[in-house]
């Protein structure tokens, strides 16, 4: 008993709100990005769920998709608590990168409450509309360039498929592990583990986020352009066929 006391404790005081965060939320309705859903049992929000409510759970872009259209729709909520975080050394923007771009382009940011950046849904929303930049085949491994002078957000779709051997080896085993890494002012990042079925919905490649801050540029319409290419590797490239198709466009 004392133990389970102790971890609600940790819990209270990790998921605590200002009191201004939590008068603003109090009688509207809310999500939660990208898990951490306790929060609004722990403050009594009227959270609204998305369809696939935490976002390591989307892991395909059908499942993305579903999240999206959710924020499409009058079943939107009207405010996001969102913090930048994932699990297994992903990057997080990837995790829901269709859904991101809505949310991106629907939502505005207010405050920022100790992990969370606290967004508000704009009066009116829209799909966002994309403006097709160019197309480019790359290998595996090889450094993608990022097309220069982009007017609004960069995001780029990532078709990399497996080949025959890919094919049958998935049947019966999980396939080997595939990463990127972002070319950043000339210095490469660490890798960072990358699901491509989901990159076939669109990252967002305009800045690299390292921390909230960064994150809340990127939100109040001041995004740093700086990826200058990006890197996918696998640990097996074998599995994978040679040649990636990479489709680059923009959002204003």
């Known amino acids: 008993m004392h133990s389970r006391s102790v971890n609600m404790k940790k819990m209270y005081k990790s ?5 201004q965060t939590y008068h603003l939320l109090s009688g509207h309705t809310v999500d939660i990005f990208p898990w951490d859903i306790a929060i609004a049992e722990q403050y009594g ?12 759970f989307a892991y395909t872009d059908y499942l993305d998709s579903l999240n999206q259209r ?14 930048f975080k994932s699990i297994d050394g992903r990057y997080p923007l990837f995790d829901e990168p269709a859904t991101f771009r809505t949310i991106l382009k629907n939502y505005q940011p207010v ?23 160019s197309t480019t085949n790359a290998k595996i491994g090889e450094q993608i360039s990022t097309p220069k002078n982009v007017d609004g957000y960069l995001f ?11 094919k049958i080896a998935k049947l019966f085993y999980k396939p080997p592990q595939v990463y990127i890494q972002f070319v950043v002012n000339r210095d490469i990042t660490r890798p960072y583990r990358f699901v491509p079925s989901l990159a076939k919905n669109g990252i967002f490649l305009s800045q690299f986020i390292r921390n909230q801050k960064d994150l809340w540029s990127v939100w109040s319409g001041k995004p740093v352009k700086n990826v200058e290419a990006i890197i996918i590797s696998a ?16 959002v204003y």
Do not use: C
């Not at 929000?45 to 390591?56: A, D, G």
């Open 235 to 250: 640990q097996n490239s074998n599995f994978y066929n040679e040649r990636m198709s990479v489709e680059f466009f923009a």
């Open 156 to 166: 780029a779709r990532i078709y990399m498929d497996y080949n025959l051997l890919g």
């Open 111 to 133: 405050s920022i409450d100790g992990e969370f950046i606290l967004l508000r849904r704009k009066v009116t929303y829209e799909t966002p509309i994309e403006h097709k930049i």
């Open 45 to 56: 929000l009227r959270w609204i769920p998305r369809p696939v409510f935490q976002s390591y």
């Open 15 to 19: 998921y605590s709100l200002k009191p």
């Open 70 to 83: 959710h924020f499409l729709t009058v079943h939107s909520p009207e405010y996001l608590l969102y913090s």
